[in-house]
């Protein structure tokens, strides 16, 4: 069965240091892959997705991912993280099923902390 | 400005007293979803909706019910709801599958005693 699997459900960084968020995924064939993020008492709002073409997708507020094939992975960074970014990021995939449709199914979610 | 709109935000209820969250969004998408979210599983995928009148399961639509009778509306229903049944629960809509982003409504905190 597809999955998506985040290493960490908590991550606690420092103001200024690099966030790195892991995701991988189980799949036979390549997914669309997205990162969310949920501020507190919010819904959910799009940081970034891949569909295709380049492997590497920026997104809003200076984070960006890479879609590793070979790795199964899609890793969510920011080179410097800002008290702003606390929140809970969740990494999705979306898979075509028969019927036609397409289903979005997360991971359990990562706990970003940043401590000044 | 566009959005998905639930209600209520936060609704505590008792086990067996039927209830429905309204959600509603005005960006004319075809594809509609509710999920619920729980600690350590994430969202997970109650029903969705791929246009009007056309509904269908998600992973955990056991006790659940949805209509979609207009295209911008796609309330959740639980006739007799259960304690297990608290949780916090999200509306979202897409214009379409695959690639398209969703875009997620505030969430409705659901508590039933």
């Known amino acids: 069965a597809q999955s998506v699997t985040q290493l960490g459900s908590h991550v606690s960084v420092s103001e200024g240091a690099l966030v790195l968020l892991r995701c991988n995924y189980s799949?036979?064939?390549?997914?669309?892959l997205f990162w969310y993020v949920q501020y507190p008492n919010q819904g959910l709002q799009l940081l970034l997705k891949?569909?295709?073409?380049?492997?590497l997708v920026k997104g809003i507020n200076g984070f960006e991912a890479e879609f590793k094939k070979s790795e199964t992975s899609f890793h969510l960074t920011k080179p410097s993280a800002h008290m702003s970014d606390a929140a809970e990021y969740f990494c999705a995939v979306s898979l075509m099923f028969s019927g036609g449709y397409n289903k979005l199914i997360f991971g359990a979610g990562t706990r970003l902390a940043v401590h000044p | 400005e566009a959005q998905v709109t639930q209600n209520p935000r936060y609704l505590i209820t008792v086990t067996g007293k039927k209830l429905t969250v309204t959600c509603s969004q005005n960006m004319n998408h075809e594809y509609m979803s509710w999920y619920r979210q729980d600690p350590g599983l994430g969202l997970r995928q109650i029903y969705y909706s791929m246009n009007v009148e056309v509904t269908d399961k998600g992973d955990v639509p056991e006790r659940y019910k949805v209509s979609r009778k207009e295209k911008r509306n796609f309330p959740l229903i639980l006739e007799s709801p259960s304690p297990n049944q608290t949780s916090l629960y999200f509306c979202?809509?897409?214009?379409?599958?695959?690639?398209?982003?969703?875009?997620f409504g505030p969430g409705t905190r659901l508590t039933v005693t």
């Open positions: 799949s036979s064939v390549p997914p669309y």
């Open positions: 979202a809509s897409s214009p379409y599958g695959g690639a398209s982003e969703q875009y």
């Open positions: 891949y569909t295709t073409g380049a492997t």
